[in-house]
């Protein structure tokens, strides 16, 4: 049985990951409410700082929609956000060895 890791043990490339993970989840939010034409304006912020014996994590979304589209942008992108983080969450359970029922991240 493997052991149980610390989330902030984690190696570099492990923490690249997530943050990467977090912006293709929060990108695949976005576009599947909305048409990638009625997007002016998409960044996406991870990040992931490690502090003793915690990790914190922190996504934020910059959101622009044209005129006119039935989607109020800061709602939407809090709403990615959110599923950036659930995706972060658990991948962080995978990677530690968490159970799935454990919610040690919020």
Request: proline share 4%; charged share 35%.
């Amino acid at each position: 049985m493997r052991d149980k890791r610390k989330p902030y043990d984690l190696m570099p490339e492990e923490l690249e990951e997530l943050c990467e993970l977090a912006e293709n989840i929060a990108r695949k939010y976005v576009f599947a409410k909305v048409s990638k034409s009625d997007v002016t304006n998409f960044v996406t912020v991870v990040n992931i700082e490690t502090k003793g014996d915690q990790l914190n994590v922190d996504v934020q979304i910059e959101l622009d929609l044209l005129p006119f589209t039935k989607f109020n942008a800061d709602t939407l992108a809090n709403e990615a956000a959110d599923e950036a983080i659930k995706a972060i969450e658990k991948r962080l359970r995978e990677l530690t060895g968490e159970s799935p029922s454990l919610n040690k991240f919020s």
